[in-house]
Each structure stands twice: as structure tokens, then as C-alpha cells.
């Protein structure tokens, strides 16, 4: 379960470059920017919660305290078999947090194979798009060949 925790530092690190290269090189405004910057910002925050909650055990008690009672005020009926999994995850968030964060090789070797994997997600997908863009304007121009209509796509992903 801390491994998704893990995850999420090539999420911030792409996040932030997909930021700066789009206020470097597109007209986006300014709002915009600053709500995005935000987000990354609040999920951070987040991230250092959970990561604080794993190392201090009294705190991860309080969220734990938190979400129970929140989780009381809108199930009010047959609230004990929802609590006692919310214990156990947190729990065993934290056991696994805390193997992750004693092993700095494992934890290296988890970070990094992270950032690997999210970017070879962001090259299938490009990929992806490129070959069905490619199929596409083939298609297209073998449909229109015979009629004498000739035309270009430029660009876009469609997988219909």
C-alpha cells in the first residue's frame, strides 16, 4: 500500500516540469497556472502527512480518530466492520511505509522504478497516438485517393 504512496513522487516531479514547460511555452492564464500549482502543492501536502504518519505512530492514531469519527456521522448504522478496516489499512500503511522508508535501497530502487514506469506510460501513450494518427491519415487518404480529394491531418489522437 506504500508503494502507491511512493508513486507519487514522479506524479509531483512531472507535474511540476508539465507546469513550468506550459507557463515557459503556452498562453495559459495566469489563474490557471496558479490553481494547477496549487493542487500540486495541496497533494504534497498530503504526501508529507502520510509520510509524518507513518513515522510518528501517535499522529497516525489521531487520523485514524479523524476519519472514524467522520465516518460515524455519516454511517451511523453498522459502523464497526467499516472502522476496523479503516484501522487495518492505516495500520498497515504504516508497517509497510516503515519497511519502505528502514530499507534506503529498497527505497531507492522503488522510487526509481516509479519514475521508469510513469515514463514509459507517457511513451506508450505517445506512441500510441502517433501510430493511430499515422493509421488514420493513411486511411483517410486511401478513402479520398480514388475521388481526387487530397487533404492532411495534422496532428490529434482518435481511436475511433
Not at 44 to 56: E, R, T
Not at 91 to 105: E, H, Y
Request: glycine share 6%.
Amino acid at each position: 500500500m506504500a508503494d502507491r504512496a511512493l508513486d507519487t513522487f514522479p506524479f509531483v516531479v512531472l507535474a511540476a516540469v508539465t507546469i513550468a514547460s506550459m507557463a515557459l511555452f503556452f498562453d495559459f492564464p495566469i489563474w490557471l497556472i496558479a490553481v494547477m500549482i496549487v493542487a500540486v502543492i495541496g497533494i504534497v501536502a498530503v504526501l508529507v502527512i502520510l509520510i509524518y504518519m507513518c513515522i510518528n505512530p501517535s499522529f497516525g492514531g489521531r487520523v485514524e480518530g479523524w476519519i472514524i469519527g467522520l465516518v460515524r456521522r455519516f454511517y451511523k448504522k453498522n459502523s464497526e466492520n467499516l472502522e476496523a478496516q479503516i484501522h487495518d489499512a492505516i495500520f498497515g500503511f504504516q508497517d509497510t511505509m516503515k519497511i519502505l522508508i528502514s530499507n534506503k535501497k529498497g527505497l531507492v530502487l522503488t522510487i526509481s522504478l516509479s519514475f521508469i514506469i510513469w515514463i514509459s506510460e507517457i511513451v506508450r501513450v505517445y506512441l500510441g497516438c502517433s501510430v493511430a494518427a499515422h493509421q488514420h491519415i493513411v486511411e483517410i487518404y486511401a478513402d479520398f485517393r480514388n475521388y481526387g480529394v487530397s487533404f492532411r491531418i495534422l496532428g490529434g489522437c482518435d481511436f475511433n
